[in-house]
C-alpha cells in the first residue's frame, strides 16, 4: 500500500507542535524515554524535517544541528552536521517515510554547506541507516537507557 505524503523544512509553531507530537508518540510513549530529556534546548536551534500525510497528518519528523551546537553533539568540527530524533509514526512505517526524512536532512546540510551528517543510532536501526549509506565507528553506548552507535555519512 502507498500513502502519499511530503517531506519539508518545519516551519513556524504549527509545524514544530507536530514535530514534537510525532516525538511524543515514538520516544516517550512507545520506547519509554523520559520527556525531560526527549526535548532539549537543541530544539530551539536545530532545522526541523516534517513528513505530512495527504490528510495532513504529521508521519515523521527528524532534526539537524549544526554549527555550534552540532560541534557540542558530535565533537566533530563545524563542517559536520548532527542528525538526531528521527521518528516515523507507527501508522506510516514500512512506507519510506524514514529514508524521505534522511534525504530531507542531509539535503538541509548540503544548503547549509556541511560536509557530513553523523547520528547516534539506536542498535537495532544500523540496518536502515547503512542502507542509506551510513558508516557505524566506535563502541556501543547507551543513550536514554538503550544501546546506540555513532555513524557518519559524507555528503
Do not use: K
Not at 513528513?51 to 532534526?63: H, K, W, Y
Not at 544541528?65 to 566533530?76: K, Q, W
Amino acid at each position: 500500500m502507498t500513502v502519499p505524503y511530503s517531506v519539508r523544512e518545519a516551519l513556524g509553531d504549527e509545524d514544530r507542535e507536530a514535530c514534537f507530537a510525532v516525538r511524543r508518540e515514538v520516544f516517550v510513549e512507545e520506547q519509554g524515554v523520559p520527556q525531560e530529556i526527549e526535548y532539549d534546548a537543541y530544539d530551539a536551534t536545530a532545522a526541523h524535517v516534517l513528513a505530512v500525510g495527504a490528510d495532513g497528518l504529521p508521519l515523521g519528523t527528524g532534526r539537524l544541528l549544526h554549527g555550534a551546537d552540532a560541534v557540542g553533539r558530535t565533537g566533530a568540527d563545524a563542517s559536520v552536521g548532527s542528525l538526531g530524533r528521527l521518528a516515523v509514526a507507527r501508522a506510516a512505517r514500512g512506507l519510506g517515510v524514514g529514508a524521505a526524512l534522511v534525504r530531507g536532512i542531509e539535503d538541509m546540510a548540503r544548503e547549509r554547506g556541511l560536509s557530513a551528517v553523523d547520528l547516534h543510532a539506536q542498535t537495532h536501526a544500523l540496518g536502515f541507516y547503512e542502507r542509506l549509506g551510513y558508516v557505524a565507528y566506535g563502541p556501543e553506548f547507551p543513550d536514554a537507557g538503550m544501546p546506540h552507535r555513532a555513524m557518519r555519512r559524507a555528503l
